[in-house]
Nanobody, 116 residues
Framework: QVQLVESGGGLVQPGGSLRLSCAAS????????MGWYRQAPGKERKLVAT???????NYVDAVKGRFTISTDSAKNTVYLQMDSLKVEDTAVYYC??????????WGQGTQVTVSS
């Protein structure tokens, strides 16, 4: 099992920045893939970015060059640095973890609102 606790959401103006954090209940080196998803009102949950235990990253086109996913192994935490935020980035952001042969796990979500 993996418990994930997100934090860092909030209200920000267009062009601003936020950093989301996701603290995992186990050593992140034992987690094969960690990622961030988002779900806007009335829409399905979609992938934003992933990072593997080996450090490989992947981003959807909509956030490339603006968002950065990273980890801190000492804190068992994954981050999502979000810069140049747009109104269309408004969503609930969810942390996700995949542990091979065990399964996938979700955090509770954190609201990000981009508005002037």
């Amino acid at each position: 099992q993996v418990q994930l606790v997100e934090s860092g959401g909030g209200l920000v103006q267009p062009g601003g920045s936020l950093r989301l954090s996701c603290a995992a209940s186990r050593n992140i080196f034992s987690i094969n893939v960690m990622g961030w998803y988002r779900q806007a009102p009335g829409k399905e949950r979609k992938l934003v970015a992933t990072i593997t235990s080996g450090g490989s990253t992947n981003y959807v086109d909509a956030v490339k060059g603006r968002f950065t996913i990273s980890t801190d192994s000492a804190k068992n935490t994954v981050y999502l640095q979000m810069d140049s935020l747009k109104v269309e980035d408004t969503a609930v952001y969810y942390c996700h973890a995949i542990v091979n042969h065990i399964g996938g796990f979700w955090g509770q979500g954190t609201q990000v609102t981009v508005s002037s």
